[in-house]
């Protein structure tokens, strides 16, 4: 059971943009870094956005991230058919409980 | 450009230890300023950090899994490793061994990943 939280599951027709929300708290989002990952079918995972709002060399700017308190967000514009994947929220948690490395539940975007 | 490739047995019999290995590629795990880390991923659902070491041997573990958890570094072989004891099927799932720059808190290397069933 995670302690950070995506929707399920988003999806917009090719060209269109879509929004990924992670909640947190404050012993996770609200004092570190969050980073997101794109996993495509059957493939580890990919760094798409580190330190809440950076891309990695190669990662097209139709990326983006944002985060403001206990929440973050992960933006697509110009939705193609090869951003298909799942897409998952990390950051550091210092809670007793969580302590340690804790990933969102995941959203898998579907382009219609 | 660092790469990280898992190893180890695919079929593991519930209440033994799991046993895999994660060789580094085009660097040195001996280098200061890396966590190497374990994840899991059960199939169909989400990721789950297992437990990271440090250059110097200091490891941390997932509270939900500590008390099974042993990440070491043998750095002759340029390989770190994850040993799950006592395992059921719920332990059943896609282990990946990654790399964290400290004082970060995203991974930017991956290994493939490995699949590890736990069945009799």
């Known amino acids: 059971q995670s302690v950070l939280t995506q929707p399920p599951s988003v999806s917009a027709a090719p060209g269109q943009k879509v929004t990924i929300s992670c909640s947190g708290s404050?012993?996770?989002?609200?004092?570190?870094?969050i980073s997101w990952y794109q996993q495509l079918p059957g493939t580890a995972p990919k760094l798409l956005i580190y330190e809440n709002d950076k891309r990695p060399s190669g990662i097209p700017d139709r990326f983006s991230g944002s985060k403001s308190g206990t929440s973050a967000t992960l933006g697509i514009t110009g939705l193609q058919t090869g951003d298909e994947a799942d897409y998952y929220c990390?950051?550091?948690?210092?809670?007793?409980?969580?302590?340690?490395?804790?990933f969102g539940t995941g959203t898998k975007v579907t382009v219609l | 450009q660092v790469q990280l490739q898992e190893s180890g047995p695919g079929l593991v019999k519930p209440s033994q230890t799991l046993s895999l290995t994660c060789t580094v590629s085009g660097g040195s795990i001996s280098s200061s300023g890396y966590y190497w880390s374990w994840i899991r991923q059960p199939a169909g659902k989400g990721l789950e950090w297992i437990g990271r070491i440090y250059t110097s041997g200091t490891t941390n573990y997932n509270p939900s899994l500590k008390s099974r958890v042993t990440v070491s570094l043998d750095t002759s072989k340029n390989q770190f490793s994850l040993k799950l004891s006592s395992v059921t099927a719920a332990d059943t799932a896609i282990y990946y061994c990654?790399?964290?720059?400290?004082?970060?808190?995203?991974?930017?290397?991956w290994g493939q990943g490995t699949l590890v069933t736990v069945s009799s």
């Open positions: 404050s012993s996770n989002i609200a004092n570190n870094y």
């Open positions: 990390g950051t550091w948690d210092s809670s007793l409980t969580a302590g340690g490395y804790v």
């Open positions: 990654a790399r964290r720059v400290v004082a970060t808190y995203y991974f930017d290397y």
